[in-house]
């Protein structure tokens, strides 16, 4: 890491958190940059791919398919309908649940943010081939699998 500061150990015995720790946050503050003209934070944009990607869905549906609590969930929905890009519906199958839908300010902005999201993978992926790519990705899922378990 570019500070001085090494996590203790050397190769097997040395902690990959403290790298993980901060990618994830160097990459919330380049997506924030990159999203901030449309009033979308580094977290909302997850869940508003995650409409576009399958509409008619409910918060519980998001937030079980995308790993984050309910709270989480209910405050990236209420910012992104405050802001034109969301929608709810009473669902007609069962009325005690609200359907999310994007809005047509929210369709527009979706190919937008996409775009933002490719240059910061783009930039993330400098020096990486796509080979290199795919053991790093199977890697972080195997972890991901483990802490999950």
């Known amino acids: 890491m570019e500070n001085g500061w090494t996590p203790a150990g050397r190769g097997a015995s040395e902690s ?12 919330q503050v380049l997506i924030s940059t990159e999203l901030a ?18 509409e008619a869905t409910t918060q519980k549906a998001l937030s079980e398919m995308l790993l984050i609590d309910k709270t989480t969930t209910a405050k990236a929905i209420a ?12 669902d007609p199958a069962d009325n005690r649940y609200q359907l999310l839908y994007l809005t047509e300010a929210g369709r527009s902005v979706v190919p937008k943010v996409q775009e933002a999201l490719d240059r910061v993978k783009s930039r993330t992926r ?24």
Do not use: C, W
């Not at 910012?79 to 009473?90: I, P, Q």
């Not at 400098?126 to 378990?149: A, F």
């Open 16 to 27: 990959h958190g403290p790298y993980i720790s901060a990618i994830y946050r160097h990459m």
């Open 79 to 90: 910012k992104l309908e405050s802001e034109g890009y969301v929608r709810r519906e009473v």
């Open 126 to 149: 400098k020096g990486i081939n796509d080979e290199q790519y795919e053991v790093m990705m199977g890697l972080l899922k195997t972890v991901l699998r483990n802490l999950s378990e």
């Open 37 to 54: 003209p449309y009033r979308i934070g580094s977290g909302q944009y997850i869940f508003l791919m995650a409409i576009a990607y399958q």
